[in-house]
């Protein structure tokens, strides 16, 4: 019955869109330019996350957004990243419009939770990283908009 309460949980923790997909780089600015330049993106909003630890800079094509990740502290996890692996797509990061209840599917379901717990993203959004072990390899990031 779409009235119990599991029902609407699980609609909650539906995928309403595609957020973005996220590049860890050294120079967020230069990628930045290219994608400007080669696809006639514009350049969006940019912040600091992590404490100053992290940038991050939006780039918008049609559609679809990239965030560009440059860390600021060798500390950062997306500098360990980039020592490791090099620059490349960091995550990929899905609308949904009730974080906690999706991350709660996704606990039942068995998928290896980075974040127990939803915390502060880009621009007022709530986030929560799921393991990339248990999803093919790839990092999901689940993003929650902020409340209108
Ligand atoms: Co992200």
Do not use: N, W, Y
């Amino acid at each position: 019955m779409s009235g119990e309460p599991r029902e609407e949980a699980k609609a909650g923790a539906s995928v309403t869109g595609l957020s973005h997909v996220a590049i860890a780089v050294e120079d967020a600015d230069s990628l930045a330019a290219a994608f400007v330049s080669a696809l006639g993106a514009t350049r969006g909003a940019e912040e600091l996350l992590d404490g100053g630890a992290l940038r991050v800079v939006f780039v918008h094509l049609g559609p679809v957004t990239f965030e560009l990740l440059e860390p600021r502290s060798p500390e950062h996890t997306v500098a360990k990243f980039l020592a490791s692996r090099g620059p490349g797509l960091h995550h990929v990061s899905l609308e949904v419009a009730d974080i906690a209840a999706a991350l709660a599917r996704c606990r039942d379901a068995g998928v290896r939770l980075v974040d127990e717990t939803p915390r502060a993203g880009a621009h007022g959004t709530q986030v929560a990283f799921l393991h990339p072990k248990s999803l093919g390899g790839v990092l999901v990031e689940l993003s929650q908009a902020r409340e209108p």
